[in-house]
């Protein structure tokens, strides 16, 4: 057990800095005319729901080596074929789908029992306006932390954890030692110093901002500075995190723990601390054993073994850092590429051409409450259009979006051109036009805008 992961406070600035091999996730998504949808996955096989492997429910799929984003060089689809082994560990799949609703639920990030998975929710909504059709599409990886709740599962970390530690200290120190000034330390320190850094986390990542190191690191160096951490050296250099944690760990020992009768604890003792909690190691590589059957004792008194203890401890890990950042393994990268009917208006994406937008993001990014990609199109009845109108005059953005200005909350008016489109002429907009014109109904106005659009004026 890695008892430095323990303290969440390292454990929140190492899953921002994690140097390991990033896990790729990538999607090919095209949207039809008529609400059916075609999919291909790319992701890593030990994060791919066993539901979502059945080959049953794609067209095709294969298994992969890992490939990074920038390393692609072909559609999904157009991979080799390849069989599951230690180094094809991604699997690939892509197939044809009814509806939004149909596709396989791809992405299954278990949570612990009583929070919710993380998960893919998607949304897809298509309204016809007559002359145009509307589609919007929201996808959302989701997350679970809450603010409120937040605060409440680090207080409940907080109310489990000290007691450890301060009975461990007690058995391993406490006859030959004062470790009350420790203590006091996690109490009057650790605790707040832990606050300010989840508050920090989680109000960068409400504006959208965690996934930005440069702005993480500087908010969380001034914080560490206030509470004694340097993060750099005298040159102005960042240190390297596991450094800054042994130079910490080591002057709160040097500073706090001292012999009964007022000296200094031994630098053998410390050391012994420092290998045990992983900061410093023994030549021999052996943590020292007498610490860990302490350990082991103290947890025993409150856990029966080391599984209830991560049953208890990993459920207070995800309310505070979300489901991604709780697990402190590599990062997930996303890509998404998405085809919409008709032209693009809206995307939270990048926009790579008329009708395509893509998402690159990482899972820190969904921190705290989901990390959502939407789009919208509009997509002209090119054919209706003919029929009514002497001239094709919705080609662009610009004229398809001022139609559905007037029509979006104007039911009368949506009406008309329902009936425009069964007669198969502009007629009966006209009619009515000049009927409510002739009385002065203000209506008339928005109906007036209609034609004039519609007949290119």
Same mark, same amino acid.
């Given at each position: 057990m890695n008892r430095v992961k323990l303290c969440l406070v390292w454990a929140l600035l190492a899953s921002c800095v994690c140097g390991c091999k990033a896990k790729i996730f990538r999607a090919e998504t095209t949207l039809h005319s008529d609400g059916s949808v075609s999919r291909a996955i790319y992701q890593p096989v030990e994060e791919t729901p066993e539901p979502a492997r059945d080959a049953a429910k794609w067209q095709g799929s294969t298994y992969a080596v890992r490939i990074p984003h920038d390393e692609f060089r072909s559609a999904i689809a157009e991979l080799p074929s390849a069989t599951s082994d230690k180094d094809h560990d991604y699997f690939a799949a892509w197939g044809e789908f009814s509806e939004a609703s149909q596709l396989p639920q791809? @992405?299954?990030?278990?949570?612990?029992?009583? %929070?919710?998975?993380?998960?893919?929710?998607r949304e897809y909504e298509r309204t016809d306006y007559v002359l145009v059709t509307e589609h919007r599409w929201r996808e959302t990886l989701t997350d679970v932390v809450t603010l409120d709740d937040m605060h409440?599962?680090?207080?409940?970390?907080?109310?489990?954890?000290?007691?450890?530690?301060?009975?461990?200290?007690?058995?391993?120190?406490?006859?030959?030692?004062?470790?009350?000034?420790?203590?006091?330390w996690m109490h009057q320190e650790g605790r707040p110093l832990f606050h300010e850094l989840t508050d920090a986390y989680f109000d960068l990542a409400t504006r959208k901002r965690p996934q930005d190191e440069a702005v993480l %690191?500087?908010?969380?160096?001034?914080?560490?500075?206030?509470?004694?951490?340097?993060?750099?050296?005298?040159?102005?250099?960042?240190?390297?995190?596991?450094?800054?944690?042994?130079?910490?760990?080591?002057?709160?020992?040097?500073?706090?723990?001292?012999?009964?009768?007022?000296?200094?604890?031994?630098?053998?003792? %410390?050391?012994?601390?420092?290998?045990?909690?992983?900061?410093? @190691?023994?030549?021999?590589?052996?943590?020292?054993q007498r610490l860990n059957t302490i350990f082991k004792q103290v947890l025993a008194k409150k856990f029966s073994d080391e599984a209830e203890m991560k049953a208890a401890l990993h459920p207070l890990a995800v309310? %505070?850092?979300?489901?991604?950042?709780?697990?402190?393994?590599?990062?997930?990268?996303?890509?998404?590429?998405?085809? *919409?009917?008709?032209?693009?208006?809206?995307?939270?994406?990048?926009?790579?051409?008329?009708?395509?937008?893509?998402?690159?993001?990482?899972?820190?990014?969904?921190?705290?409450?989901?990390? @959502? *990609?939407?789009?919208?199109?509009?997509?002209?009845?090119?054919?209706?259009?003919?029929?009514?109108?002497?001239?094709?005059?919705?080609?662009?953005?610009?004229?398809?979006?001022?139609?559905?200005?007037?029509?979006?909350?104007?039911?009368?008016?949506?009406?008309m051109m329902r009936i425009c489109a069964a007669d198969g002429s502009l007629t009966p907009l006209k009619r009515e036009y000049d009927a409510l014109k002739d009385v002065g109904d203000e209506g008339a106005t928005a109906f007036g805008q209609m034609l004039s659009l519609l007949e290119g004026k």
């Open positions: 791809s @992405t299954l990030i278990d949570a612990p029992e009583g %929070i919710a998975d993380g998960t893919l929710e409440q599962a680090r207080h409940e970390l907080a109310e489990l954890m000290i007691p450890l530690a301060e009975e461990f200290l007690q058995q391993a120190y406490g006859d030959d030692h004062d470790i009350q000034p420790l203590v006091d %690191i500087a908010t969380f160096e001034t914080i560490l500075k206030r509470h004694g951490v340097l993060m750099r050296d005298e040159s102005g250099a960042l240190i390297e995190l596991n450094e800054v944690v042994g130079q910490r760990i080591k002057q709160l020992f040097v500073e706090r723990l001292r012999r009964r009768n007022g000296d200094p604890a031994s630098a053998e003792t %410390i050391t012994e601390l420092m290998q045990w909690l992983g900061v410093e @190691t023994r030549p021999d590589g052996v943590e020292p309310r %505070i850092l979300g489901i991604y950042g709780a697990d402190f393994g590599p990062e997930r990268q996303f890509e998404y590429q998405h085809q *919409m009917p008709g032209t693009l208006v809206e995307t939270s994406g990048e926009l790579m051409s008329d009708n395509e937008t893509l998402w690159r993001f990482s899972d820190s990014q969904a921190y705290p409450a989901g990390y @959502t *990609m939407t789009c919208r199109s509009l997509e002209p009845n090119t054919a209706l259009e003919q029929k009514l109108l002497p001239k094709p005059v919705l080609t662009d953005r610009k004229a398809m979006l001022r139609y559905l200005d007037l029509l979006r909350h104007n039911e009368p008016l949506l009406a």
